[in-house]
């Protein structure tokens, strides 16, 4: 089974605030959201690196994680980066075509 769906952590410049998303294309959603397309919440606290993402078999796997990382809290988020993105560079140039 084709593995395309993501979960994603994206953050600001100062790494000080983050969004857990899930999607079917992370490469079209990061690009939503560097172009500011995204409304809401990314778009005000300008939410734009991609700092984590997990890949999953399907869209039940992904929604699951997602909720599971929605519900951590901060220091675990930290943590999760930090052990794949130490320095919290931005991956957009590593997603899978």
């Known amino acids: 089974m084709s593995r395309n769906c993501y979960v994603y ?5 100062n790494n000080t605030v983050f969004y ?3 999607t079917n294309n992370l490469e079209r959603r990061v690009v939503e959201h560097k172009s500011g397309l995204i409304k809401g919440f990314t778009q ?3 939410l734009k690196k991609l700092v984590y993402f997990e890949e999953f078999p399907t869209m039940m796997d992904a929604i699951r994680r997602e909720k599971q990382l929605k519900n951590w809290h ?3 988020k930290l943590n999760l ?3 794949l993105n130490r320095f919290f560079n931005d991956l957009a140039a590593e997603i899978p075509k």
Not at 9 to 13: D, F, K, V, W
Request: glycine share 6%.
């Open 9 to 13: 952590i994206l953050t600001n410049l």
């Open 20 to 22: 857990v998303g899930v």
């Open 44 to 46: 005000k606290y300008k």
């Open 74 to 76: 901060r220091d675990w």
């Open 81 to 83: 980066i930090k052990s």
